[in-house]
């Protein structure tokens, strides 16, 4: 399921004007050391794409939590 970050723009509730700060807030963050970096790169000296999945609840009491995935 895709989840739409303009849900309640135009919508009823007129105190939330958008998703997308709430739902950058949820996205797990990391920080990971230059060592750390440079042993993963590759030949090109590039980084792999890292896939997560995370839960997301949303603050409105009445929508489920949502399963998400991201690439960094």
Not at 4 to 11: I, K, S
Not at 21 to 44: F, G, M
Request: proline share 7%; net charge positive.
């Amino acid at each position: 399921m895709q989840y739409d970050l303009f849900t309640t723009f135009f919508g009823k509730n007129k105190r939330i004007l958008s998703n997308t700060i709430e739902l950058w807030d949820a996205i797990p963050k990391y920080a990971v050391s230059t060592r750390q970096q440079n042993a993963c790169r590759d030949h090109n000296a590039r980084l792999p794409v890292h896939p997560q999945e995370f839960e997301y609840h949303p603050a409105h009491r009445d929508t489920p939590a949502i399963t998400c995935r991201l690439k960094v």
